[in-house]
């Protein structure tokens, strides 16, 4: 199952809306870290809000894209994070190292634009830019 990847902007919109096999996590992940390197993308944000279930394996892919995504020059923030997920990966003692959270994809994108306007790269992408 290929999880689609938008480009809005200099932002890549990833929202993962099924429970991801072993094997569909590991595309997932080399599919969006080849998209990053395409698009030159200053951020990215993986929206999780459809996961109930988040394992070890899952939390893993997500750490190591996220390292991957900032050695190719892009901030990550993930949304949606349900608490149950939450506590869960808590419980496993697995964090998202590295990465920032947001409750929803608005709150998300204002946090990426932050991250990159601080790094100051100039072009930022928000709800209110025209085309």
Avoid: H
């Avoid at 919109?13 to 997932?28: E, K, P, Y």
């Avoid at 697995?94 to 634009?113: P, T």
């Amino acid at each position: 199952m290929n999880i689609p990847i938008l480009r809005l902007g200099n932002v890549l919109l990833a929202s993962v809306q099924i429970d991801l096999s072993d094997l569909d996590a590991m595309r997932f992940q080399s599919d969006l870290v080849k998209q990053i390197s395409e698009t030159e993308a200053m951020g990215v944000l993986i929206d999780i809000t459809s996961l109930d279930i988040v394992d070890s394996y899952l939390a893993r892919i997500i750490n190591d894209t996220s390292s991957m995504a900032k050695l190719l020059g892009a901030e990550v923030t993930i949304c949606g994070v349900k608490p149950f997920v939450a506590m869960t990966l808590v419980e496993l003692g697995k964090d998202l190292i590295g990465v920032d959270c947001a409750f929803n994809l608005e709150q998300g994108l204002k946090i990426l634009n932050a991250r990159i306007a601080r790094r100051g790269d100039a072009q930022q992408w928000s709800s209110d830019q025209e085309d």
